[in-house]
RNA sequence: GUCGCCUUCGUCUAGUGGUUAGGACAACGGGUUUUCAUCCCGUCAACGCGAGUUCGAUCCUCGCAGGCGAUGCCA
C-alpha cells in the first residue's frame, strides 16, 4: 500500500520550528517510501485564522525547498485541502453521527461551562471536563432550547464504560480508559465550524491518510480518534507520535527561548539547508556519527525506527555551527549573491558593488556564521576621519619604524595590485617585505589594516581594499602616512 | 487532581547481556596565524534511583523519583 502522510498546520502564527520538525518527518518519511506528502490546511479557528500565517506557511516550505504532491495551489484528487472549504462535508458527517446516536446536541452556553470548569477547579474534584448535561435530552427539550435560539454544538458521546487502544510505531500500544478520554468533546461549533478533531479524522480518512506523524502532546487525543474513527466504522491509520522540541530550560520550545519562526531564522542570515538540516537531527538520526545530511539525502535514508522517542532540546548553538559549515561550503558568486541583500539593506552596497563583493567575499567567508554577519564585518565602508596614530603603530614598534613599514607596503600594494597580482602572491610579497625590514609580518599588516579600515580589527586587508576600490584605499592610506610622519615629527 | 508518555556526557545522539560506553556541538587547554576568525591537536564530561532475573546488567522485569504533555466551541 503507498504511504500517504500529511502535515497539517493550522495558519493561526508563523511556521516555527515544532512544526517544521513535523512538516520534515512527514516529508521525509513519503518521499523514502516512495509515497506522497500532502499539505492540507487546517483553517477551523476562525478567530485566530491570519492570511498572512498561510502565506508564511507556503513561503517556508517554498525556502526549504518541500514540495507537497497533493494539497493547496497545486490541487490533488482529494481536494479542496483547505478545511474552511469542506465544511459541508464535516457537518454532513457529524449529523450522521448524530443519527447513529453516537453523537448528540448540545446547547450549553460557554457561561455554564466556565462555570463549571472553576467548580470542578475549586472542589478538585477527579473528573474534570463536560458533565453531560446534554447527553440524554429529549426531542421536546431540544425543540424549545432552539425555539429560545440556542444554537447548538454537537458533542461526541464517549462511551463511560471500557477502554481504547491504539498502536504507535515508536510507542507501542497505548491504551486509556474511555471515562479519561476527554469527556463527550465538541465536534461540530456553533458557527458551523468543526473542531480540530473532527475534521481531522474525516480528512485523514477520506485523503487515504496511511500514518499519522504528528507530536507527542496529541497522544491523549489519540484514543479519542480512535473512538472516531470506529463510530464511522472507517479503518484506523498507523500512528507515530514525534518527540517535542523543547527549549534549554525543558519546556516546549516558544518566543522566550529566542527565535523560533522560521521567518526570524531566514531573515538573520540562516541557510535553509542548515536548519533543515540541523532540525531533521533533533529526534532523530542516522547512525550517530554520520550528521550531514542534504534535503535528498534525507529523502532517501530517512527512516521511521531512527526516531527517537525522547523530547530534544533546541540547540541553538549546534544550529549555528551548522549555518557556518554550510556558509564555507558556498562559491564566491554564490555567497555574494546572498550576501548582497543585506548590504543592500543597510545602505551599504548596490547592485553595481557586485564585482567588489565578490572580490571581498573570500576575505569573509570563515569569518561569518550568519549571513547578517557581513554588516558589522563591512564598518570600515564608513569613513570615520584620521585614524588614531596608536593603531596605526603595531605592539612593539614605534612611530618611525611604523611610518617605513607603511610606505613600503604602500609601494609595494600599489605596484602588485597594477600589474594584477592575486592576494596570495599580494601576501608572499609582503611576508617578504617584512622579513626584508626585519620585523614579524603584523609589522607589516597591522599598520596597512589600520591604514584602511581605520580599525584594528577587520578582514584581511586585501580583501577590504578589493571592497573599498582602490582609489579609496590609496587615499586613506596616504592620510595614514601623513598622520604618522606629523606623530615622528613630535616625538623628534 | 486525574490520565498518559519519557529518562546515556551541559546539549543532540550511537550502542551492547561481558565495550577503554563511540561521535558531534558547547566548554576548557595547546598549536598554526597579520587582527578577528578559520584550521589542527588535546582535555573535561553520561548510562536517574532501588530491587529482581543472570556467572555478569547501561541493555531484560518491577517499583520509585524526576521531567514533559493532555485534561478548551485552540490546534
Known amino acids: 500500500m503507498e504511504v500517504r502522510v500529511r502535515y497539517a498546520p493550522s495558519p493561526t502564527g508563523l511556521q516555527h520550528i515544532g512544526g517544521v520538525r513535523t512538516a520534515l518527518f512527514n516529508y521525509f518519511f513519503a518521499k ?32 526549504l525547498g518541500v514540495k507537497w504532491d497533493e494539497g493547496p495551489v497545486v490541487g490533488g484528487p482529494y481536494g479542496p485541502y483547505i478545511q474552511s472549504e469542506r465544511t459541508a462535508i ?23 461551562l466556565e462555570r463549571l470548569r472553576e467548580k470542578q477547579i475549586a472542589e478538585k474534584s477527579p473528573v474534570q471536563g463536560y458533565d453531560g448535561h446534554c447527553r440524554d435530552l429529549t426531542d421536546e427539550q431540544r425543540k424549545e432550547l432552539e425555539a429560545q435560539g440556542f444554537k447548538p454544538v454537537i458533542r461526541l458521546k464517549v462511551p463511560r464504560e471500557g477502554s481504547t487502544t491504539f498502536h504507535d510505531v515508536l510507542m507501542g500500544d497505548i491504551t486509556r480508559e474511555n471515562k479519561d478520554v476527554s469527556p463527550d468533546p465538541v465536534l461540530l461549533k456553533s458557527d ?28 491523549p487525543s489519540g484514543p479519542l480518534h480512535v473512538l472516531l474513527y470506529e463510530a464511522f466504522g472507517w479503518e484506523v491509520p498507523t ?62 535514508c530517512f527512516s521511521l525506527e531512527k526516531i527517537n522517542k525522547a523530547p530534544g532540546v533546541f540547540d541553538y548553538q549546534k544550529l549555528d555551527w551548522f549555518n ?37 567575499v573570500p576575505g569573509v567567508r570563515d569569518r561569518l556564521t550568519l549571513l547578517s554577519d557581513i554588516v558589522p564585518m563591512t564598518d570600515f565602508l564608513e569613513d570615520h576621519g ?35 597580482r592575486t592576494d596570495d602572491e599580494l601576501q608572499n610579497d609582503l611576508c617578504e617585505l617584512a622579513q626584508g625590514l626585519g620585523i614579524k609580518n603584523a609589522g607589516v599588516f597591522n599598520p596597512l589594516r589600520a591604514a584602511v579600515t581605520g580599525l584594528q580589527v577587520s578582514p584581511p586587508p586585501f580583501s577590504c581594499i578589493h571592497l573599498l576600490g582602490e582609489e579609496e584605499s590609496y587615499r586613506r592610506i596616504e592620510r595614514a602616512i601623513e598622520v604618522l610622519e606629523r606623530e615622528v615629527e613630535k616625538n623628534v
Open 90 to 112: 464535516y457537518q454532513e458527517y457529524a449529523k450522521k453521527l448524530v443519527d447513529m446516536g453516537k453523537a448528540y446536541y448540545c446547547y450549553c452556553t460557554s457561561e455554564r
Open 239 to 300: 500512528y507515530c507520535h514525534l518527540p517535542m522540541v523543547m527549549g534549554s530550560d525543558g519546556h516546549k520550545l516558544s518566543k522566550r527561548h529566542g527565535s523560533t519562526s522560521v521567518r526570524d531564522f531566514r531573515a538573520k542570515g540562516y541557510l535553509p539547508e542548515a536548519l533543515l538540516n540541523y532540525v531533521s537531527l533533533v529526534g532523530w538520526s542516522y547512525d550517530g556519527e554520520k550528521e550531514f545530511f542534504t534535503r535528498e539525502e534525507l529523502e532517501k
Open 386 to 420: 584620521e585614524p588614531d596614530a596608536a593603531i596605526l603603530i603595531p605592539k612593539k614598534m614605534d612611530a618611525a619604524s611604523s611610518l617605513s613599514s607603511l610606505k613600503a607596503v604602500y609601494e609595494l600594494v600599489k605596484d602588485d595590485l597594477a600589474k594584477g
Open 32 to 63: 523514502s517510501s516512495g509515497g506522497k506528502f500532502i499539505l492540507r490546511v487546517e483553517d477551523t479557528d476562525r478567530e485566530r485564522y491570519s492570511d498572512e500565517s498561510l502565506q508564511d506557511l507556503y513561503d517556508t516550505l517554498d525556502w
Open 324 to 360: 557556518a559549515q554550510y556558509i564555507r561550503q558556498k562559491s564566491d558568486k554564490e555567497l555574494a549573491d546572498l550576501l548582497l541583500p543585506y548590504l543592500k539593506a543597510a545602505g551599504r552596497l548596490d547592485d553595481k558593488d557586485y564585482d567588489r563583493l565578490l572580490a571581498f
Open 192 to 219: 458551523g465550524f468543526p473542531t480540530y478533531h473532527l475534521a481531522n479524522v474525516i480528512d485523514d480518512h477520506l485523503m487515504g491518510i496511511t500514518h499519522i506523524m504528528r507530536a507527542q502532546e496529541w497522544i
